[in-house]
């Protein structure tokens, strides 16, 4: 069996229409969407995931500002430019971008942000609405998962997902959406005492794991719907997922590419939740 490819670039340029054109409604009644964004350093990763993000509002009519401080600057001057954009009417949406230096609170940091303008999902109090059920901003990367899954109308109830990552951004927020949707959830570490138990019955397996090809299609169930979270640069610069695609994609039923497969849709659930944002903010108005 050769897998079925979920197209995240597909997916995304399909989900930016419908965003530019909400975008554009909205800026036609006086709100244009706005999100800004702060760089810390100069983290050449972190530079390429906002440059796309930055680029990605521009396509979509999506105003975005851009604040870069240099990787010595005082936690303070971040702070303050975050309290002063939490002031602001006309920005919709915050993202700082992870990781700070590691003289930074990022915990701090993520909490300063107000959560009416959390567009990442990651303040404690969107996460825990999320876990309750109550209207959030859900992480960007589970939410693009979550939309993928729908893209090839996969049965969520009942189904058995397996998670392999427990992190703040992806793991937990994922097996959240998941268990939220009526799957029965598993979630896989690096204390799993048999990973490939669990993978081996996993209707839905999503790795998050940051381990170049980590999982092989030995250990996946045949016909299952594989995500690939996963972003790790090999050493000859080109850039691979979590999953061993090749040989994955002889026993599943669906896979996810990388590139090409959720980190689009990363960018596009921000996106999303900044639109959201623009247009709660004009209801209120
Ligand atoms: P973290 O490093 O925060 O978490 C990795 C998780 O994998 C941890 O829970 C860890 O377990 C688990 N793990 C590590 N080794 C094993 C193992 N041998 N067996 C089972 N589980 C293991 O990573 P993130 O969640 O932030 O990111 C995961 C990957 O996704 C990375 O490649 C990252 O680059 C990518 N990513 C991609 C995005 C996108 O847009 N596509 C967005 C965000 C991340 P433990 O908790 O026990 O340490």
């Known amino acids: 069996m050769t897998a079925r490819i979920i197209d995240g670039n597909a997916l995304s340029a399909k989900l930016r229409g419908e965003l530019a054109a909400k975008a554009a409604e ?16 100069g983290d050449p ?35 303050g430019k975050i309290a002063e954009l939490n002031a602001d009417p006309s920005v919709h949406g915050i993202l700082v971008q992870l990781p700070l230096p590691k003289h930074f609170d990022e915990k ?70 998941l268990t939220a949707a009526g799957a029965t959830v598993t979630v896989c570490h690096s204390g799993t005492r048999d990973l490939n138990f669990h993978t081996r019955r996993a209707d839905i397996l999503v790795a998050a794991i940051g381990k170049p090809k980590f999982v092989t299609g030995d250990m996946v169930r045949p016909g299952a719907v594989v995500i690939d979270v996963g972003i790790n640069r090999l050493p000859d610069g080109k850039l691979c997922g979590d ?34 944002s623009a247009s709660r903010a004009a209801r209120k108005a």
Request: proline residues 6%; charged residues 20%; hydrophobic residues 45%.
């Open 26 to 41: 909205l800026t036609a009644k006086g709100t244009q969407p706005c999100l800004a964004v702060i760089l810390v350093g």
């Open 243 to 276: 999953v061993d695609f090749d040989s994955a994609k002889d026993v599943a039923g669906a896979i996810t590419p990388v590139p090409g497969g959720v980190g689009p849709m990363t960018i596009t659930m921000l996106l999303a939740n900044t639109v959201e």
């Open 108 to 177: 701090a940091v993520l909490e300063a942000i107000s959560v009416e303008k959390d567009v990442d999902g990651f303040h404690a109090e969107n996460v825990g609405r999320l876990s309750q059920g109550q209207e959030a901003f859900i992480p960007c990367t589970p939410n693009g998962v979550m939309e993928m899954l729908k893209s090839i109308e996969t049965p969520l109830r009942g189904a058995e997902a397996v998670v392999i990552g427990r992190s703040n951004i992806v793991g937990k927020p994922m097996a959240m959406l």
């Open 45 to 79: 990763a972190s530079a390429v995931y906002v440059r796309n993000k930055v680029t990605g509002c521009e396509k979509a009519g999506i105003k975005s500002l851009k604040f870069e401080y240099a990787q010595d600057t005082a936690p303070a001057d971040v702070l």
